[in-house]
Nanobody, 115 residues
Framework: QVQLVESGGGLVQPGGSLRLSCAAS????????MGWYRQTPGKQRELVAA???????NYADSVKGRFTISRDNTKNTVLLQMNSLKPEDTAVYFC?????????WGQGTQVTVSS
């Protein structure tokens, strides 16, 4: 069973920063394309940032210049550094790993941006 373990969510004031982490097993981390999505009540889950299978990074327009996705190959972890957070970034953030028709999700971590 594939496990994606997320951490790092929480409450932050507008303009603040958070870093999310997603840990995967070595075989998943080395093969699967991984990324971050987010979802708010009543809306579809949307891409935040992700690596393609070729290692290229994709970002949602709304987070470009503020969020950075990276990989820590020593810990089999994908990181999402979120800076200059806005109230509209409030959502549950999900880690994703996919490879062809295989698609897995983490349990989600809440990010709340509020004063």
């Amino acid at each position: 069973q594939v496990q994606l373990v997320e951490s790092g969510g929480g409450l932050v004031q507008p303009g603040g920063s958070l870093r999310l982490s997603c840990a995967a097993s070595a075989d998943i981390f080395s093969v699967y394309a991984m990324g971050w999505y987010r979802q708010t009540p009543g809306k579809q889950r949307e891409l935040v940032a992700a690596f393609t299978s070729g290692g290229i990074t994709n970002y949602a327009d709304s987070v470009k210049g503020r969020f950075t996705i990276s990989r820590d190959n020593t810990k089999n972890t994908v990181l999402l550094q979120m800076n200059s957070l806005k109230p509209e970034d409030t959502a549950v953030y999900f880690c994703n790993a996919h490879y062809y028709h295989y698609n897995y999700w983490g349990q989600g971590t809440q990010v709340t941006v509020s004063s």
